[in-house]
């Protein structure tokens, strides 16, 4: 494998992009259209230039920067390797649908505080590029904790008391979390006497007791875990729910809860390594935690009426197929893993939309309430269809070709528990998501008279991550090199283990 | 000249001190740009000190030219040095935001207020710069006395708050003359450097008289710095103070107390007797852990901002103890950088109560609601950056401190202590972001409450106050921004060299 | 036995010290406190001077009856003059404490500490 680097400010640049966006925002706040166009510009920006990164990547080489040193010899680095490249620019282009979807959105429902909405959405943005290209722990706490501060304005948004206890839930669950993360990463200093990510883990080589390891890795595992809302950490995901639509659907379906599971990839991969994590046996319990959460969250998600709390499930369940497929250990494990980042998010966010654009269409959150919405909003419920197709594993549509390679790497790994759990979960998926198609294709609805689709600004955005999430099932390949990167990634995790 | 600067920065404050008392008699307006322009030299006499020490390296001020151990001598080493510059920086920020919040709350006393700051000032400069024990009583009594002054000028109740802290400071100071009688008893010295040459020829099983020395003087330090159980008069005496008296002594009192038990345990008794020899920095460090979770849940309870930052500080203070007791260099980076990040954050949100006074009268957290963020947003974001930096989110300064601190814990493998950073840290963001919460978020109630006591609308602006007011805070705000992306900067240029010797 | 006399003047300095110390905490009144603290205070003054006590030494001032080769002969002048700015200390706090005190009563009316705490409360 080569390790090549090269030195780079795109990586600063991705991050500052949206920083910047952020005083100019609230400088433009008495001018909607003006501040709207700072949102849409440093997206595109951040998106080129995440792009641009993406030849070098698909090389096997990083762009790398060291800022200043933030703690004595350890510096505040940022290093766009490709696994990072491959987190950025999903985020990055799901943000630039996002914000289309935002404007149509706030100004559908008239939310109050339109200005700090997108400047927290902004900042979101950039911490979570942050933590993609983060090159050591410290620089990944830095931005972590600034991704739990810029998300608690858009939890509450509402201002709701229901809100605002959703946002001490999540600010206690996440900031609790960051501490396990600080305690981890200083003792992993104290170790090991670095804190660089490195592909097959900076703990490789090293022998350290039994004990101290477990414990460590639970220390991590708090602490990356409740972002990846893995059970039992994950009870702040659906009470943050309360967010609007837009929130929930780039923050809960790709920013916030993907970081998470971007961590949990990080601490399997880049700091115990593969390795060490079948010497000591730490990929079981993580399988075991993993395998509990996707049943457990299926089987809750049947039971719920609202539309967006089902879909909170749901993601709790699709993220641990993220981390089931990083226990596993296996090439084509981390590979599915890693595909399914980008898969469950065009998926996830075009159902999140979906639920969004009949939220502000009809005012109706409840699975009872959308009986034949179909035949009035054909586009949305078409685009829920596919979304729905997919995360149940269907081809042709992409959520197949992740969960295809997960199973592979369970065989692989000689796993065939965990092969049927992504089995039975695929069932149990198909079983909640497709009565909610059938009410709304196939049953009468009421006082449905009078209401179209939803404004264009919001159909469109979940339109085209629909159509994406079939183009990525047909060639997986296609514009974003999704597959290649990530097997290329899943090759320098475990090059060392096959 | 620089050899002379060290002597010239409590000249200055008691030329001042003298100077403004005279202005008593006509141009009293004088008072406030004297004090002013006396911090002002100060300070740059401070940092030309800090400048040279870092490039140059220690240099001592024999006074009439008398060589120590015979002679007093003021030592500027790297640790000193630092701490005289935060001290002169933080309170002329402070003076220079006191103008309006003075004339309000302390009318013809302004004076005599501005005299008193400034013997404050002078007494703690003097400690900071005194190479002597003897000496540095002196100056620590003179600072007390100053802030008893400072304090009892305040609003009902303080004069009683006051009192309290002169018995219980008194008697810590007195605890300290014992100790120093001690250890005066055993070696014929009381120049620090000399103690420190001395002490460790004794024979510590054959002398208790040396472990009592060190004890008592300890205690009476750690009531002084306000370490749990010794912290009795701090909340009182906090809240009830005028605002800018406790902006002014919250951040830099208890940290020069700090200050001395560095210079004391480490420096003259030595890291080896205090962590292995005595053990005063076991006992030290479990004290402190107590008050970090005292401090921070008293500080849940509390409905009145000033009172919860008072109990905020002993917490606060507790991590300078527990880095202090750790006695490893990791622990002490984290005493020191916390206490130049405590003083900027407790000078900030001192300064934001302050300003709160000013504008609505009264600084009680169950009144807030969003009509304080609509009208005072600048005084809000520094408040919502200085507490986020307490909690210890990075990157701003909270976090390295603690960074440092919870290093040194896992050093020594001290489990407990590294919980009880982390507890405590979510303990912070508890009661900040209640305030946070309420800021930013509670629509006001619709009724009118004129009722308040004392609660003249037509008194009290709204909006923000003067720039005088709301630029200091601010400069905390940055600061502590910049303090924590270029910490390691601070730590590798100022902290690293005044590591004791043998740590 | 010898100990215990030939210490006499310490254990006199310690009662003194513990009836400061008694005064401080257990008194209610705050005058008496304050009278508590100034014993106090004398007391570690006293040990201060009491410790630099010689017999058969005189003051250190040269007198031909003593060599000056043998210091010994001389007592140590620096406790008791470090005495003499601890007693102006002292008066200050002293001074400080009373002014206090002043300003309690005018408020208050009393200066029984219980019933300040009661008061404190209550505003």
């Avoid at chain 1, 999140?352 to 054909?378: D, T, W």
């Avoid at chain 2, 880095?323 to 002490?332: D, K, Q, T, V, Y």
């Amino acid at each position: 494998m080569n390790d090549l680097t090269y030195v780079s400010h795109i990586p600063l640049f991705v991050v500052l992009v949206s920083m910047a966006a952020v005083p100019l925002i609230l400088a433009s706040s008495r001018k909607p259209n003006l501040r709207e166009t700072w949102t849409l510009l440093a997206a595109g920006t951040k998106f080129l230039l995440v792009f641009s990164l993406l030849p070098g990547a698909l090389e096997g080489r990083s762009a790398v920067l060291h800022l200043l040193e933030i703690s004595p010899g350890v510096d505040l680095a940022l290093k766009a390797d490709p696994f990072g490249v491959f987190f950025a620019l999903i985020s990055s282009s799901l943000w630039i649908f996002t914000s289309f979807y935002s404007i149509g959105y706030v100004r559908g429902n008239n939310e109050h505080k339109q200005t700090r909405y997108f400047a927290s959405f902004a900042m979101c943005l950039s911490a979570t590029m942050g933590i993609a290209f983060s090159a050591n722990l410290l620089t990944f706490i830095v931005f972590y904790e600034m991704l739990t501060i810029s998300t608690y304005p858009l939890v509450i948004h509402k201002e709701t008391p229901e809100s605002i206890s959703g946002g001490r839930q999540y600010l206690l669950y996440t900031l609790t979390a960051g501490l396990f993360l600080i305690a981890a990463a200083a003792w992993t200093y104290q170790l090991t006497g670095t804190m660089d990510f490195k592909a097959g883990g900076l703990f490789a080589g090293t022998s350290f007791p039994g004990s101290t390891m477990t414990v460590l890795f639970f220390l991590f595992l708090a602490g990356v875990g409740v972002k990846a809302a893995i059970m039992p950490l994950h009870s702040w995901l659906p009470t943050a729910m309360v967010a609007p639509t837009p929130v929930s659907a780039l923050l809960h379906a790709v920013a916030v809860v993907k970081s998470g599971v971007f961590g949990v990839i990080r601490v399997v991969g880049f700091v115990f390594g593969p390795e060490v994590m079948a010497a000591y046996g730490l990929n079981i319990i993580l399988a075991i935690f993993a395998g509990t959460t996707i049943l457990v969250a299926s089987l809750i998600a049947f039971r719920q009426d609202n539309l967006k709390r089902r879909l909170a499930y749901s993601t709790i369940g699709h993220l641990s197929y993220i981390v089931l497929g990083a226990a596993l250990l296996s090439p084509s494990g981390f590979t599915g893993g890693m595909l399914h980042i980008a898969t469950h998010a065009t998926m996830k966010i075009t159902l999140f939309f979906c639920a969004g654009a009949i939220y502000v269409n009809l005012h109706r959150e409840n699975i009872s309430q959308l009986n034949g919405i179909g035949k009035i909003m054909p586009w949305t419920m078409g685009a829920f269809a596919i979304g729905s197709l997919g995360l149940a594993g269907v081809p042709p549509v992409n959520g197949f070709v992740s969960k295809w390679f997960l199973a592979l790497g369970a065989l692989e790994a000689d796993h065939l528990v965990v092969l049927g759990i992504y089995v039975l979960s695929g069932l149990l998926n198909a079983g909640y998501f497709f009565p909610i198609v059938h009410r709304a294709f196939f049953r009468e609805g009421e006082h449905l008279e009078g209401h179209g689709e939803a404004s264009t600004l919001m159909v469109v955005p979940l339109v085209i991550t629909a159509m994406l999430s079939v183009l990525i099932g047909v060639r997986p390949d296609l514009f974003f090199h999704f597959y290649e990167l990530a097997s290329l990634i899943a090759q320098s995790l475990t090059g060392g283990l096959l | 000249m620089v050899e002379n600067a060290p002597v010239l920065i409590p000249v200055i404050y008691l030329a001042a001190c003298l100077l403004i008392g005279l202005t008593r008699l006509r141009y009293r307006w004088l008072a406030y740009p004297m004090a002013l322009a006396a911090n002002v030299l100060a300070s740059a006499t401070a940092l030309g000190i800090l400048y040279h020490v870092t490039r140059y390296g220690s240099f001592n001020y024999y006074f009439g030219g008398w060589i120590p151990p015979i002679g007093i001598e003021y030592v500027i080493d790297p640790l000193s040095a630092f701490v005289l510059t935060v001290i002169n920086i933080v309170a002329g920020l402070v003076l220079y935001h006191s103008l309006n919040v003075n004339r309000l709350e302390l009318g013809r006393k302004v004076v005599p207020y501005y005299s008193v700051a400034m013997l404050l000032m002078l007494g703690l400069n003097g400690i900071v710069l005194t190479g002597d024990f003897f000496n540095l009583f002196v100056f620590l009594e003179i600072s007390s006395l100053a802030s008893y002054g400072l304090i009892a000028v305040g609003e009902r109740g303080s004069a009683f708050a006051a009192f309290r802290y002169l018995i219980l400071g008194t008697v810590g100071a007195s605890f300290y003359l014992l100790g120093l009688g001690f250890l005066h008893l055993n070696t014929g010295s009381l120049n620090m450097a000399d103690l420190a040459a001395i002490i460790p020829n004794l024979e510590f099983g054959k002398d208790p008289a040396i472990v009592i020395a060190l004890v008592m003087m300890t205690v009476g330090i750690c009531i002084k710095m306000a370490i749990f159980p010794l912290h009795g008069w701090l909340p009182d005496a906090y809240t009830l103070a005028p605002s800018t008296s406790s902006a002014l002594i919250a951040p830099i009192g208890t940290k020069v107390a700090s200050y001395i038990l560095i210079r004391t345990l480490f420096f003259v008794y030595g890291v080896d007797l205090v962590s292995e020899g005595i053990p005063v920095t076991t006992i030290l460090g479990w004290l402190s852990a107590i008050g970090i979770i005292y401090g921070s849940i008293l500080a849940i309870a509390q409905s009145e901002l000033k009172r919860m930052l008072a109990y905020s500080s002993i917490a606060q203070i507790g991590y300078i103890g527990l880095g202090i007791s750790m006695a490893n260099p990791l622990g002490f980076i984290g005493a020191v950088l916390h206490v130049l990040n405590h003083a900027f954050m407790k000078a900030c949100l001192f300064l934001v109560a302050a300003n709160l006074r000013t504008q609505m009268g009264h600084s009680d957290i169950s009144r807030f609601d969003d009509s304080y963020r609509v009208k005072m947003p600048w005084t809000m974001a520094a408040f919502t950056t200085a507490a986020i930096s307490m909690v210890g989110l990075p990157p701003l300064a909270g976090f390295f401190s603690k960074w440092y601190l919870a290093l040194a814990t896992i050093e020594n493998s001290q489990w407990v202590f590294l919980a009880v950073i982390l507890i405590s840290s979510l303990l912070n963001a508890v009661y900040f972001f209640r305030v946070i919460e309420k800021v930013y978020m509670k629509s006001p109630s619709g009724v009118a409450d004129g009722a308040g006591a004392g609660n003249d609308p037509a008194q009290f602006g709204s909006g923000e106050p003067t720039s005088s007011m709301v630029i200091p805070v601010l400069v905390f705000a940055a600061a502590l921004l910049l303090i924590g992306i270029f910490n390691a900067l601070i730590v590798t240029t100022l902290i690293q060299p005044m590591m004791p010797p043998g740590m | 036995m010898s100990f215990f006399l030939g210490h006499y003047a310490y254990w006199f300095i310690i009662g003194l010290l513990l009836i400061g110390f008694y005064a401080i905490i257990f008194k209610r009144n705050l005058v008496k406190q304050v009278i508590g603290l100034s014993i106090f205070q004398t007391s570690i003054i006293l040990f201060w001077v009491a410790s630099a006590v010689k017999w058969n030494a005189t003051v250190p001032i040269y007198d031909p009856a003593f060599p000056l080769e043998e210091t010994a002969n001389y007592i140590n002048p620096l406790p008791h003059t470090l005495m003499l700015t601890a007693i102006v200390v002292g008066v200050a706090t002293l001074g400080v404490a009373f002014a206090l005190l002043i300003t309690i009563y005018k408020h208050y009316k009393t200066l029984d500490e219980e019933e300040l705490i009661k008061e404190m409360k209550r505003w």
